[in-house]
């Protein structure tokens, strides 16, 4: 019998998509609550969630329970290290261990994948002042020192992940230090990790989702889905706006309305790819439409679900 999208590929969502990420927990007072957004995923139809910020969908077996209760299974969680910086990186495997410990309590769900371990590059407030731009000014990028340090940091976390039974996928990530095309492509030449493609990041770092997909896909092993408008992206990096315009203006939007080439990104995955496939949207907190986010991921989820997923 052939294999359909629906029989490879897991969908998850994110608490990012309802504007609950690290630069809003505990920060923006209207930022929704843990549970009310797992009801939401598991109400629209998801079977899957990322982790979001540490402690936020719960803690130990009360994480668990929760998932359990709405059926889904824990997709994955998100980590900037500071891998080229060693006196800070051994301390920092603490964190990893942290968020290894939740994977462990939150257990597998059914359909059998475990969650991905998410790194990514903790960044500097100098790449944050100016996202985008690495694409054509490799300046802000690592000196050969610098590279060696980052990949001798980072093959220590993925160590510290298979150690602990699970594969890690490396995020790339606007403001941080592997963000353009030829970063990702770095990387990957000199560590042994995967990579999550997240199609608006890479969108930021002016590269191509399709394109990355064909040239890539022997090392890609996780999946963020995130549509995004090219214009707000190009005032951004024009004007060299810090990274937190990126969500002020609204840069990533429902799937479909926005400029990545979404079917051409699903065609591959559904000829090419296995595992979880994570929705983002990532939005900052709006007061004044509460609503408005779980509209969109249903609305998300019914996209995808037209197009065989």
């Given amino acids: 019998m052939t294999q359909t999208a629906k029989d490879k590929i897991v969908l998850a969502n994110a608490p990012v998509s309802f504007g609950a ?8 007072p209207h930022v929704p609550d843990g549970e009310g957004i797992l009801d939401a995923v598991s109400g629209a139809g998801y079977r899957g969630i990322d982790l979001g910020p540490a402690g936020y969908l719960g803690q130990g077996d009360e994480l668990k329970k929760r998932l359990n209760d709405r059926k889904l299974g824990l997709a994955g969680g998100y980590l900037e290290l500071p ?10 495997l603490h964190e990893l261990d942290i968020l290894l ?6 257990g597998v769900p059914e359909s059998g994948l475990k969650p991905k371990p998410t790194l990514a590059d903790l960044g500097s407030d100098r790449r944050k002042a100016h996202p985008g731009q690495a694409a054509t000014n ?3 990028g690592f000196d050969k020192e610098g590279w060696k340090r980052f990949a001798d940091g980072l093959e220590s976390a993925v160590a510290r992940c298979r150690e602990r039974g699970y594969e890690p996928t490396f995020h790339h ?3 941080t230090h592997i963000e353009a095309v030829w970063e990702i492509e770095k990387m990957l030449e000199l560590t042994s990790i995967d990579l ?7 969108l930021l770092g002016q590269g191509e989702p399709v394109k990355a997909l064909k040239e890539w896909n022997g090392r890609i ?3 963020h889905l995130k549509d995004a408008r090219i214009n707000v992206i190009d005032k951004i990096v024009k004007e060299a706006a810090p990274v937190i315009e990126i969500w002020r203006r609204g840069a990533f939007c429902a799937l479909g309305k926005g400029d990545v080439d979404i079917d051409g990104v699903l065609d591959h995955l559904r000829r090419h790819y296995a595992g979880w496939l994570v929705v983002e949207q990532d939005i900052l907190p709006d007061a004044s439409a509460p609503d408005r986010p779980a509209k969109d991921q249903v609305a998300n989820l019914n996209y995808l679900s037209q197009r065989g997923f």
């Fill in 21 to 28: 990420f690290e630069i809003t927990v505990g920060i923006d």
């Fill in 173 to 175: 990530e606007t403001g």
């Fill in 221 to 223: 092993n996780h999946i």
């Fill in 138 to 140: 490799r300046d802000l």
């Fill in 101 to 106: 410990d939740v994977f462990d309590a939150a």
């Fill in 83 to 92: 891998y080229s910086e060693p006196a800070r990186m051994r301390p920092a």
């Fill in 196 to 202: 999550c493609l997240d199609t608006g990041h890479l």
